[in-house]
């Protein structure tokens, strides 16, 4: 019954690497969303985007982009990956219209850690 | 005056004890209000959604709003060890949470324990 899945539970990069982080939603949704997750700083919203190859910045983009090629499927890139980067990632998605089109739906998370 | 406040806890209680979670807002145009649970290393949940002010109950977790007082409260009965996590409100605008101005604004969540 999984709905948004993101690719990786747990990755390990180095410095400087370039790091993508995938996710893929099954639910016709037509808004996508990337958060962080810090200790003491809640939700971030680094990027969303509302339609295919639309995207929108939001309060952190620095750093990150994204894509998104596909309605199902929204990627988070990490350009030079640094230490502060070092997080847990959320997926979102949610629908602009429709019954029961209530909130977000998040993912499982990804947890990275740059070294 | 951050949008959405929330006690970032721990709150620790006894099994089966009535556990009140709460939230504050300043934004008086948010309509919509959930609550979403989070356990450890995982992503949150929708727990509770209701619209405007006035209770909402479902099993042992009730959803209050109060619009006046511009705050809201999650009430879980009979908690148990399962019901431990962290729970974070959140709020918006309109009924379809878009992006940007649509979106949904979070508090930070309240960690909660509940001791067998």
């Known amino acids: 019954d999984v709905k948004v899945t993101q690719s990786s539970r747990y990755l390990v990069k180095r410095t400087g690497e370039k790091v993508f982080l995938e996710c893929v939603q099954d639910?016709?949704?037509?808004?996508m969303f990337w958060y962080r997750q810090d200790p003491g700083l809640g939700l971030r919203l680094i990027y969303f985007s509302y339609d295919v190859k639309m995207k929108e910045k939001g309060d952190i983009p620095e750093g990150y982009s994204v894509s998104r090629e596909k309605k199902e499927r929204f990627s988070l890139i990490l350009e030079s990956a640094s230490t502060n980067q070092t997080s847990m990632y959320l997926c979102?998605?949610?629908?602009?219209?429709?019954?029961?089109?209530?909130?977000?739906?998040f993912g499982s998370g990804t947890r990275l850690t740059v070294v | 005056q951050k949008e959405v406040e929330q006690d970032p806890g721990p709150l620790s209680v006894p099994e089966g004890a009535i556990v009140s979670l709460n939230c504050t807002y300043s934004?008086?145009?948010?309509?919509?209000f959930m609550w979403y649970r989070q356990y450890s290393r995982k992503g949150p949940e929708l727990l509770m959604y209701t619209y405007s002010s006035g209770n909402k109950e479902d099993g042992r977790f009730t959803a209050q709003v109060d619009k006046s007082s511009k705050y809201i409260s999650l009430f879980i009965r009979d908690s148990q060890p399962s019901d431990s996590a962290t729970y974070l409100c959140?709020?918006?605008?309109?009924?379809?949470?878009?992006?940007?101005?649509?979106?949904?604004?979070f508090g930070k969540g309240t960690h909660l324990i509940i001791q067998p």
């Open positions: 934004n008086s145009a948010f309509q919509y």
């Open positions: 639910m016709d949704h037509e808004n």
């Open positions: 959140a709020m918006s605008v309109g009924m379809y949470s878009g992006g940007g101005a649509d979106g949904l604004t």
């Open positions: 979102a998605s949610s629908l602009n219209r429709g019954q029961g089109s209530y909130g977000y739906t």
